[in-house]
Each structure stands twice: as C-alpha cells, then as structure tokens.
C-alpha cells in the first residue's frame, strides 16, 4: 500500500522534500539535507515517521552537517506491506544497513528513539568505520535476557486491542504542546486500518526472550558497545516517559562505552523529539 501524495501536503513545520530509493521492490522514501562531512542519521520509531526530527533537523543542518532521516517501511511516506507477518526485526536492520550503503553514509552520528534505538543501536558494530558519535533518547536494547518494564507490556497490550490505533490522538496525549495539526500529520501516513500492519507489529517485536529473533544479535550489540565502542555519545532522556524512562535509560547508560551523565529533560516524554531544539542543542554543546 503507498499512501496518496496529498496526504502529506501543508505539513506544519516540515518544508523538507522527499528522496525515494527501491528496496526489495518497495519504495522507501528518506529525508536527506544538507552536505556536511559528517551526517546526521536520525531513526524514528513506533508508529511515527521522520516528521518527527523536524525540531532537530534546524539546529543539526546549522552545525554544518548533512542530515539524513528514513521512514522504515511500513511507516511514514514508505511503501507499506499489509501482510503483519512481513515485518520482522531482521528485515528492518537490513534495510538500515542498505541504507547507509546506499547513501554512501560516513562519519555518522547515529540519533535514535524508540525503535529507531532497538535496531539502530546494533549497526555500528556492523560497520565501526561508519561511524563516530551516539545521540540516545529513550529507547532500548532488546536483549531479551532482562524482564521488559510493566509500562512497555501495558503498551504492548494496549496496541495488541487497538488495530487502528490512532497515531494523532496518541500523539497529543503524550506530547500536549503540540497543535492538532502537528498531530494530524502522525496519522496522514495511514489512510486505513491496512496502512498500520507495522504499527501494530512493532511492539510485539520487541525481543521478550533469549530466543526470541533480535535478541542474541542485541546481546552482542551490547557487548560490543560496552568494550568495542570508540566514538563519543550524548544520553537524553525524557523525564515523564513511562515505558522507556529514567530506569531504563540508566541501564542502557552502562553498556555504552564512555556515555556521560545523561541530559534529563523534566517536561519531555517519550517522543522527546517533539522537544527536540533543547535536545539537539544541548548535544551540540557537549560535541563542540
């Protein structure tokens, strides 16, 4: 399924024109600003899309550097498979991974949330050359061998109940600053209940067992960050985020290599992009 065109005109804030490339016969469509020597990578997650950088882009293009923002498939301006069993963890980090190849992508820092943080934190590993700094905000790894928060299975359930969960009203709930048209354009990828077969897959993808697929993989991932790391990193963390906050975050802290004390945002949530001019400048500061 490929949402209409239309559906994404007069979005508040986002003047950023698409880029499409074709992945397994899919169109996958990205944001790319900007022509700096390094580049920022920034990886959404459940169930937005790269308008969520839009707070980010400004000061991150400001500094100099290219900024690069792909919506996974499944999600944003991307194609969207209909069928709930296409998507798979291992699908999603292939299609990072082509993506940084494809866009010839180095010097990266590598800015997640959410699940932009459950895949992207297992690529650096793959590719170290790659890349030079980590921007983390609320987010995780799904080893599978430590017991997932009573807030993030309540979401999971929550989603499990809603088939055609809907992204705008989720979105003012737990970012309440924002306009109803900010939150309208969270929705305007998904035209019907078909369109969200990724929204509702991704939380029950998240690695809940040893076994369960990503987990060995994210179990190295957190070996190699811990001992292998070599590049710089910058923690932020939504204060009132109940799934992926403060508790989580500072366990996440101890297996990346040399993280400093992380940036605690008392107003921010879990989508902490939606305060994101504060996030990105205080990451900038501490990179200077």
Request: aromatic letters at 12%.
């Amino acid at each position: 399924m490929r949402t209409p065109d239309e559906r994404f005109a007069s979005l508040p804030g986002f003047p950023h024109a698409p880029h499409y490339l074709e992945w397994r016969g899919l169109r996958a469509h990205y944001l790319d600003e900007g022509h700096g020597a390094r580049t920022f990578l920034c990886l959404h997650g459940e169930p937005t899309w790269s308008y969520l950088y839009r707070r980010m882009i400004p000061p991150f293009l400001a500094s100099g550097a290219r900024v690069v923002a792909p919506d996974f498939i499944g999600f944003g301006r991307s194609d969207k498979p209909e069928d709930d069993a296409w998507y798979t963890f291992e699908v999603h980090r292939a299609f990072l991974l082509d993506v940084i190849e494809r866009l010839a992508l180095t010097r990266i820092t590598l800015v997640v949330q959410d699940w932009g943080g459950l895949l992207g934190l297992t690529l650096p590993m793959e590719m170290p050359e790659r890349f030079e700094r980590l921007l983390v905000m609320n987010t995780a790894l799904g080893t599978g061998d430590t017991p997932l928060s009573e807030g993030f299975i309540a979401w999971r359930a929550y989603v499990a109940k809603k088939p055609s969960l809907d992204c705008a009203k989720l979105m003012q709930r737990t970012c309440p600053h924002l306009t109803s048209q900010e939150a309208a354009a969270y929705e305007a990828p998904f035209p019907d209940a078909k369109a969200k077969a990724g929204v509702r897959r991704f939380p029950q993808l998240v690695p809940d067992r040893p076994d369960a697929p990503g987990a060995a993989l994210s179990r190295k991932a957190r070996d190699w960050s811990m001992n292998a790391w070599k590049g710089e990193a910058f923690m932020a963390i939504g204060a009132k985020d109940p799934v992926l906050g403060l508790p989580v975050m500072s366990a996440l802290r101890k297996f990346i290599r040399n993280c400093p004390e992380p940036y605690v945002h008392a107003e921010g949530g879990h989508f902490l992009q939606e305060w994101g001019e504060d996030i990105a400048a205080q990451a900038l500061k501490q990179w200077q």
